[in-house]
């Protein structure tokens, strides 16, 4: 069946960067776009990019430009979103959501099970 | 970008029908038929419910239904049942080639 599993929970400083990884199993990896959304505690779903894992080719939301980098890794069907400068308002959980829109990405119809960063002094 | 509006809260009894709105812009909900709702559980992943506009994934009750108007989408959930107590977030891709999430409703069933 198709599943999205994420990387450990991760406990970074502040300045410090997080790379936090989405292996993809049961489909064929680069016939679908990959997103990344978070969630701050208590907070709404808030949109970070996508990936293309075909050509690699990636979006960001500007809020996130200059700070987040997106890759992938083809060979073990696994998508990577790296942030840095990390700073407390970035303490959240991080989810990895496959897009399965046919001509053009639209939405996400399975998401990984989320993977928590914590920014802390 | 700015987050589309939905309502804080809603509530419904039992077997009634609510629905949840979602405003956006002719930027975004209003401009393209990329609208999708997502409910989350506390602790949980998001779940895909409705996607353009009104389509039910496999699996999905069909008590679950989209619709839109302008520049507001809906939600509604028709015949409510307690394990639909939940977080609900519509979604919408937007002319910067992006996507866009609403605030969230948190639905209450009495």
């Known amino acids: 069946q198709v599943q999205l599993v994420q990387s450990g929970a991760e406990v970074k400083k502040p300045g410090a960067s997080v790379k936090v990884s989405c292996k993809a199993s049961g489909y064929t990896f680069t016939s679908y776009y990959m997103h990344w959304v978070r969630q701050a505690p208590g907070q709404g779903l808030e949109w970070m990019g996508i990936?293309?894992?075909?050509?690699?080719?990636?979006s960001y939301a500007q809020k996130f430009q200059g700070r987040v980098t997106m890759t992938r890794d083809t060979s073990t069907s696994t998508v990577y979103m790296e942030l840095s400068s990390l700073r407390s308002e970035d303490t959240a959980v991080y989810y990895c959501a496959r897009d399965p829109g046919n001509m053009v990405p639209s939405y996400m119809d399975v998401w990984g099970k989320g993977t928590t960063v914590t920014v802390s002094s | 970008q700015s987050a589309l509006t939905q309502p804080a809260s809603v509530s419904g009894s039992p077997g009634q029908s609510i629905t949840i709105s979602c405003t956006g812009t002719s930027s975004d909900v209003g401009g393209y038929n990329y609208v999708s709702w997502y409910q989350q559980h506390p602790g949980k992943a998001p779940k895909l419910m409705i996607y353009d506009v009104s389509n039910r994934p496999s699996g999905v009750s069909n008590r679950f239904s989209g619709s839109k108007s302008g520049n507001t989408a809906s939600l509604t959930i028709s015949g409510l049942q307690a394990e639909d107590e939940a977080d609900y977030y519509c979604s919408s891709y937007t002319s910067s080639s992006s996507w866009v999430f609403g605030g969230g409703t948190k639905l209450t069933v009495l």
């Open positions: 990936i293309n894992p075909s050509g690699g080719s990636t």
